[in-house]
Structure formats: structure tokens, C-alpha cells
């Protein structure tokens, strides 16, 4: 990977997985404070699952990146492979939010159900995938946004449904 790339993507690859690994413990702190009131209600537990996945999906980017001596190709199979399980996740958590939100009338609970990067993040990883296949290593940027989309819309998700009053 560093012969490809160069130092600056392993060096990024880093300060991802060090930030996205510090954002996930501290996502399991926040839950389990509030272990017995997300556990009452599916769609705080679905948007628990959907955060912790879009918070893990950095962190797996990093692992990719730093991997030793990979080319281009294995490392956009692996993109394309990330990204349709991210997406799959999220059709899954997705369908579990929506299929209880409505049992709730909380304007938190809505919102909730509404905020998630996930999806996005693992078009944009399959992009990256491509491209990078395809031998357009450029593709490689694309994985910028999908860190900067999934560490905001965690961290945005994480208080919102910590924040919900569902009684």
C-alpha cells in the first residue's frame, strides 16, 4: 500500500482508525449509561446499532488503508465488499426503525429514524471500489468524504438518540 499511495494515505489511514476507535468506546460508555432505557425501545436500539456501525465503518477504512503491501486492486475488492455489507446493515437497522418508529410520538424518535449517514457513506465506499479497480486510483479521495460524513452523522446520531425522551 505505501509504495502505491505514498506515506500520506497510511498517515491518514491512522488518524482515522484512532479517531473512529475513540469515538466507538466512547459510544459503548454512552450506551451502556443508558443500557436499560435503549433496551425498553427498538428504535433506540436500532439507532444504537445504526451509530455504532457508521462509527465502525472509519475504523475498517483505516485497517484497509494501513494494510502492508497491498495494490490497488485487493484494496478496491475490499472497498466494494465494505461497502455493500454497510449497506445491507443499513437496509436492515433502517427497516427496524421504521417498522417501530411510528408506535412512538416523540419528535425524538422521529428524528432519529431519519438521521443516518449510512447509506450514503456506502455508495460512496463502493465508488471508491470502483474506481479503484477500474484502475482510476483517484477514487482513492473518496474515501475522504465517506470518513468525514460517518464520523459528523455518528457523532450527530449518538446525541440525538441519547437525547430521546422515550418513555
Not at 96 to 118: E, H
Request: hydrophobic share 55%; proline share 3%; charged share 10%.
Amino acid at each position: 500500500m505505501l509504495a502505491t499511495f505514498g506515506q500520506d494515505w497510511v498517515t491518514f489511514g491512522q488518524v482515522v482508525g484512532d479517531a473512529s476507535g475513540a469515538l466507538v468506546g466512547l459510544l459503548f460508555v454512552a450506551v451502556s449509561l443508558n443500557r436499560e432505557r435503549i433496551v425498553k425501545h427498538t428504535v433506540l436500539r436500532a439507532s444504537a446499532l445504526q451509530t455504532m456501525l457508521v462509527l465502525v465503518l472509519p475504523l475498517l477504512v483505516a485497517i484497509l488503508l494501513t494494510t502492508p503491501r497491498q495494490g490497488p486492486m485487493a484494496l478496491g475488492y475490499e472497498f466494494i465488499a465494505l461497502g455493500m455489507l454497510a449497506g445491507a446493515a443499513d437496509i436492515v437497522t433502517g427497516h427496524w426503525k421504521r417498522k417501530n418508529v411510528t408506535t412512538f410520538s416523540s419528535r425524538y424518535a422521529r428524528m432519529v429514524s431519519g438521521v443516518s449517514p449510512n447509506m450514503v457513506t456506502a455508495l460512496l465506499i463502493v465508488a471508491a471500489g470502483a474506481c479503484l479497480t477500474s484502475g482510476a486510483i483517484g477514487g482513492i479521495y473518496l474515501v475522504v468524504p465517506v470518513v468525514f460524513l460517518a464520523i459528523i452523522g455518528g457523532v450527530t446520531n449518538a446525541w440525538i438518540f441519547l437525547m430521546s425522551n422515550l418513555e
